[in-house]
């Protein structure tokens, strides 16, 4: 049974994998054994390719702004030749986020918010879909929240972003699910990377309140979704298509 998580042979695209959760992802899919591509906007990604790939399967990084979809296309063609032309697996991870009052959120973070948030897994999932197409298999893994299933404050283009994402999850997997390709999610709760470490400044009274309501008692940390990254991306999967997998230490429950 345990052959039916390895990820041998397997051709993966992680996008925002230069750090952060997604960096996380990247590492386990590569310890399952896939070769892998690191896409992101931040020059880092050269550095964290080169530290996965040390050892194992070859890890490749291509440097792209994910809300430029001229640019994201570029970026998945780039991708697919390093994969020598097959991928099995599409992360869509890149995201950001932006805390202010709704009356105050200012139109151009919106903009960006959605353009990376959502636009982009959509774009990555089209393109990278039509491969995945062609082979009659994939598996695409998108990145959503416990903000696509609540809106929270101070972060309503976030939350529409998120809410989108597990749409497009089902929307996607509605269309391909017959055709091998299988489109979900993962909803990580509250993690500490960088994306949430201004949380405690801006909206001191919210941190707490979260903090008090995990069931397991801590925040997530990256290594917490490893196993479930490995698991929707193997064979032990093939049935499953179109859910949302929380990964929030209870939270959602409560
Ligand atoms: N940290 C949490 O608590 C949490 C909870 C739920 C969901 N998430 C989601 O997990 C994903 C990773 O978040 P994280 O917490 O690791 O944040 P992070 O800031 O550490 O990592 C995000 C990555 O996305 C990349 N990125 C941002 N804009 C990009 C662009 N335009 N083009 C290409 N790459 C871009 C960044 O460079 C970075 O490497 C995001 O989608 C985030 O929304 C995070």
Redesign the pocket.
């Known amino acids: 049974m345990i052959s039916k998580f390895s990820l041998e042979h397997k051709t993966a695209i992680v996008?925002?994998?230069?750090?952060?959760?997604?960096?996380s992802m990247a590492e386990a899919l590569h310890e399952a054994g896939a070769v892998v591509v690191l896409?992101?906007?931040?020059d880092?990604v050269e550095e964290s390719a080169a530290r996965l790939g040390a050892c194992g399967a070859p890890v490749y990084a291509v440097k792209?702004?994910?809300?430029d979809t001229a640019r994201l296309r570029e970026a998945c063609g780039e991708s697919v030749a390093l994969l020598g032309g097959r991928v099995d697996i599409l992360l869509n991870?890149?995201?950001?986020?932006y805390r202010c009052p709704a009356e105050d959120f200012p139109e151009d973070r919106w903009r960006r918010i959605l353009d990376?948030?959502l636009s982009?897994v959509f774009f990555m999932s089209q393109e990278i879909g039509k491969q995945m197409l062609k082979q009659g298999r994939g598996k695409i893994i998108n990145?959503?929240?416990?903000t696509s299933f609540m809106a929270s404050v101070m972060i309503p283009a976030?939350a529409a972003s998120?809410a989108g994402v597990a749409q497009i999850t089902k929307a996607l997997s509605n269309e391909w699910a017959g055709k091998g390709i299988c489109v979900n999610a993962i909803?990580?709760?509250?993690?500490?990377?960088?994306?949430?470490r201004d949380m405690k400044l801006v909206n001191p009274t919210q941190y707490e309140e979260i903090s008090g309501r995990i069931p397991m008692g801590r925040w997530?940390e990256?290594e917490d979704l490893k196993g479930v990254v490995v698991f929707l991306a193997s064979e032990a999967s093939d049935y499953i298509s179109g859910i949302v997998v929380p990964v929030d230490g209870g939270y959602l429950g409560k």
């Open positions: 996008t925002g994998g230069a750090k952060g959760l997604c960096y896409v992101d906007v931040l880092l792209a702004d994910l809300s991870g890149a995201g950001i986020q990376i948030n982009a990145v959503a929240s416990m976030y998120k909803a990580p709760g509250y993690m500490n990377t960088e994306l949430t997530g990256p």
